[in-house]
Every structure is written in structure tokens, then in C-alpha cells.
């Protein structure tokens, strides 16, 4: 079995639900959920004209390929109304695989470690919440030691529910 490191992501429509709905499909199709993280929130990345994203970190045991993992992963988003017009831009779901055992991969389709995870708080911060000695194959530095030095400033908080208003009764 391969443990997987997956980031999900949501800024439009119900995100909350979006990472709901990611959660659950992942399982039912790429393997057991090991450790999920807080749920963070955090302003967009490289497009930043848009709504803020909400971002979970999901540890999962798969016994597929990571190029099987990363076909379900865009099935999911596609189910969940992902319409891949712009880069960066706004999405009702986006997951990326981190990490992929200790596996190096860089193929037109796929890169794995993901290319940019030590240059983004929001991802660093919910692995390291899982993680934290979790060494990249790459770097050779610990996922909280890429955190301790990442050098994106975007602040990145665990997100609260609203809680629901209920009308008083007369």
C-alpha cells in the first residue's frame, strides 16, 4: 500500500460541502482515509482577484498508481461542476496530489512531489498539521522545516463554521 498526500480545495458554490463531497469520493474510490487535517482558509494564489479558498490536506492508503489517482481526482472535480477555463482561477473543487510515497515523478501530465507545495502557506500548513516530519524526496527537508522557511506571506486559518441561526420562537 502507497500512502498518498492529496490537498483539496474549493472557492465557489458550498465549499464546505465541495470538501465534503472530495472527502468521500476519494475514499470510495482511491483508498482509506488515514488523517485528515483542519480545514483552513486562506486568500487565492496566483490569481488573487477571486474568493477565498477553503483548503484540507487529506493522508490516504491506496494500493493504485499515482497516474490512476490523479485520473479519478479530475473525474471528481469534473462531477463536481470543475470547468478547467483558466489557470489558477476559480473552482468549485480542485485536488492535487503532494506527495505519492517517496516517488520523483515529472511527466507533461503529472509531477510529483506537486512542483510549488514549498512555495504555498496553504498547503504547507494543513500537511505539517498531519505531517510534520514527513521528508520531501526532492529537498530533502521535513514538510515542517519547508513550512518554517515557506516564503509565501498569504495567511492561511482554520476555518470556523458560521454557526446557524435559528429563528426565535414566539
Not at 512531489?113 to 512555495?119: E, I
Request: contains cysteine; charged residues 30%.
Amino acid at each position: 500500500m502507497a500512502r498518498v498526500f492529496l490537498l483539496t480545495g474549493s472557492n465557489l458554490g458550498n465549499r464546505l460541502e465541495f470538501l465534503k463531497l472530495a472527502q468521500t469520493e476519494l475514499q470510495n474510490k482511491v483508498g482509506k482515509l488515514v488523517k485528515a487535517s483542519l480545514i483552513y482558509q486562506t486568500a487565492a494564489w496566483g490569481k488573487t482577484d477571486q474568493a477565498d479558498f477553503l483548503n484540507q490536506v487529506l493522508e490516504l492508503e491506496t494500493d493504485l498508481p499515482a497516474q490512476e489517482i490523479l485520473k479519478l481526482n479530475q473525474e471528481i472535480e469534473k462531477a463536481a461542476g470543475r470547468n478547467r477555463k483558466e489557470k489558477w482561477g476559480a473552482r468549485e473543487l480542485d485536488i492535487d496530489i503532494l506527495f505519492y510515497k517517496n516517488l520523483v515523478l515529472e511527466t507533461p501530465e503529472l509531477t510529483i512531489p506537486h512542483p510549488q507545495l514549498h512555495n504555498r502557506r496553504f498547503t504547507l500548513l494543513p500537511l505539517a498539521e498531519i505531517a510534520p516530519d514527513l521528508v520531501h524526496p526532492k529537498f530533502k527537508k521535513t514538510v515542517a522545516e519547508l513550512l518554517k522557511n515557506c516564503p509565501d506571506d498569504l495567511e492561511a486559518e482554520i476555518y470556523k463554521e458560521p454557526e446557524t441561526r435559528h429563528p426565535e420562537h414566539k
